[in-house]
């Protein structure tokens, strides 16, 4: 869907204004790899001495860009310019050994246009599986991308990335530190499918923080686990899945990895942006968030509250504003994670509706169907095990999925 | 839904005749523990002498039922009558001590109307959760439902333990031996939803074979993997899932756990009660087949299947008739299994979709969409990783599964 088509009825009203951020540029260009009449690829260069780090799908299936990136962001020294290259139309994911020579090719040709090293480009494809990337429509725009490169044009990034979503995602915060202020901004695409194939999450953060590329790493690693990781559209996961972030360095504010505030501010920013994919969600009509707590361990809480959120019969019960905790129980029973039937609480935003094994003495439909309206809904479970706990968000399964999935070819 | 409303596209054209199993008899009653106008209890009296064997849903949240169940079945002393009484309308799930009361109630009775020990009575109980068992109700059927027990009443039982079935299933079939002639019959319900909670299957299998309780669990157990725990339909897990399996003995004809014969027959009973689970769906459009070959392990493989059968983006394309290939290997690769992206080969039915990492060159999409219009679909895979392989059986995703889940206490 291009931009400018109805928005998602859980989409922020606009798109934020996201302050430039030292040491990057962008530039965005209509290629043509399959959209016509909008911008299809977007260039980020990163000044020279920027570290970059990242986290990726774990598919076996991994699309070639990914497999890329994944070689290259080991590599720990940062001396040198760098730059992010990203396309939407075509994923060139399962493209066999075609797919490593469209990497390749973009790879080189931006290496040479921006004059930095190869191991430093970095590339991303979103759109359509199994088919060739018509790679020479996107090299053929690099000397006009780079001609049109400006700190100020990461709006235009954010569209230029989209594939189904409805609206562009974009986040931004100030770090205050005692050696002065640290500016974070992050854009991302991800809504569900993409056509014809698969959901796709891109995300790409700026900061001109001055940090280590291994501290970045740590802690983009750690905060990835509670933020883009803890949420789920429909329990799919995508062969090209990728979350890219750059430290210019040119606010001259050294960080570390143990920087409290740096930390609370990139946590925030990560899990704004995760929040809009998931208001993006296929066909979604709410915004689910599910908290476990009293669970054996942190790793048992999550099990716990995917099984809840990945569930079709709790998704489909809240797309139906129907208070039907008796799926609760069930997801909970399936996930494998320890749990004992009569410890349970469950409750919906404030309102107890079962606890001991059973339902609420205190509880009534009328009320629970009341809260299940709301746009907005918490679902809370305690475990009365141990103090693992874990938060995720999800959306709830409507015909709007059924309509878009089943009869997106047809 | 009650029987004589319509039945799943996907349904066989009529209930089989079953015949009589030496040593059984069966009876129902409309005892209205929620359904009017309906039987919604059904009693199997087991002779003296027969082996009881069983498996039940891993869910941790199990209902009252299933717990008393598991209690008992690996009492290999089979000298005495035994019984299973089952309802539905009720699942007794998620019901607290009250919970555990019922069954108590209901066992009583029935050991006490028919003279045969406690420890030998089972019982389902499959409908709503959360709500009281009106046990009473179903004790005061007893004296009318003992005077009826008849050896030909198996389709009544059937009927009287359906929920949102559409229709009622069953299978026999007989296996021929040096000493004689076997036969087994089963009687099974399940859907998806039960009004208003969660997925219910129920199994109930008889034989005349004379058999040991340990051989007759083991056999039941391994069998199971390849037939009631290879299918889904929504990926979630009932609280109530129970198959029990009863072996009077009264053909005279012995049979161990590794007599070829009977193995054969008793898995071809249980898959095609599975696939008449699978056929009634809910919304089930398309009856679709996942073979995997080549993993690495027979458990590999299975995980593979599974992710495939279970994956809300195969399956929405299965039910567009959309030929998306990309789907499958988007499903593999998530799926943890192991898996080569270039080595895999995936076929809709006997054509060959992808191989060698890409698209195959005699492929056409045309070809694809044509194979997709079947009812009935199969989709292999081959990992070409070793010789691990699996079969599972599912159903499309349709807007028919999102109204009965979303809009069905509306």
């Known amino acids: 869907m291009a931009a400018g088509e109805t928005w998602s009825p859980l989409a922020p009203k606009v798109f934020p204004k996201l302050p430039a951020v030292g040491g990057v540029r962008f530039a965005s260009s209509a290629a043509g790899v399959k959209y016509q009449g909008r911008d299809d690829v977007m260039l980020a260069e990163l000044a020279a001495g920027t570290a970059v780090a990242g986290v990726f799908t774990q598919s076996n299936t991994r699309a070639a860009p990914v497999l890329d990136c994944q070689r290259k962001i080991g590599n720990t020294s940062c001396d040198s310019g760098a730059a992010i290259i990203v396309n939407s139309g075509n994923a060139n994911a399962f493209t066999g050994k075609s797919g490593d ?8 040709a931006v290496a040479a246009e921006l004059s930095v090293p190869e191991d430093r480009v970095f590339s991303s494809s979103t759109g359509v599986i199994g088919e060739p990337l018509p790679h020479g429509r996107i090299t053929a725009q690099l000397p006009a991308l780079v001609a049109g490169l400006h700190a100020e044009k990461i709006a235009n990034a954010a569209q230029a990335i989209m594939t189904t979503d409805t609206f562009p995602k974009g986040a931004h915060c100030n770090v205050q530190t005692s050696e002065g202020t640290v500016n974070i901004t992050g854009i991302a695409k991800g809504s569900g499918m993409i056509a014809p194939d698969m959901a796709t999450m891109l995300v790409y953060l700026f900061t001109d923080a001055k940090i280590t590329q291994p501290d970045l790493q740590a802690l983009v690693s750690e905060l990835n ?27 001259g504010v050294e960080i570390t990895a143990s920087h409290g505030g740096f930390r609370e501010g990139l946590h925030k920013l990560m899990l704004d942006l995760a929040h809009q994919v998931v208001r993006d969600g296929e ?9 476990v707590t009293g669970a054996l361990s942190d790793q048992d809480a999550k099990t716990h509250a995917m099984a809840i959120a990945n569930s079709p019969l709790v998704k489909t019960a809240i797309a139906g504003a129907d208070p039907n905790w008796g799926r609760i129980v069930m997801a909970i029973g399936k996930s494998g994670a320890a749990a004992e039937r009569d410890l349970l609480t469950i409750k919906f935003g404030d309102i107890t509706v079962a606890e001991n094994g059973w339902v609420s003495p205190d509880y009534s439909e009328e009320q629970g169907a009341g809260y299940m309206l709301n746009q907005e809904v918490v679902i809370s479970v305690d475990l009365a095990l141990g103090s693992g706990q874990a938060t995720v968000w999800t959306c709830d399964l409507t015909h709007g999925y059924i309509t878009i999935n089943a009869d997106y070819r047809s």
């Open 225 to 251: 686990e509670t933020t883009f990781n803890a949420i789920t559209v429909d329990s799919d996961t995508s062969t090209s899945d990728t979350l890219l972030i750059a430290a210019t360095g040119a606010s």
């Open 283 to 291: 066909g979604a009509s709410k915004f689910v968030e599910v908290r």
């Open 101 to 108: 020579e469209a990497v390749e090719a973009i790879i080189c």
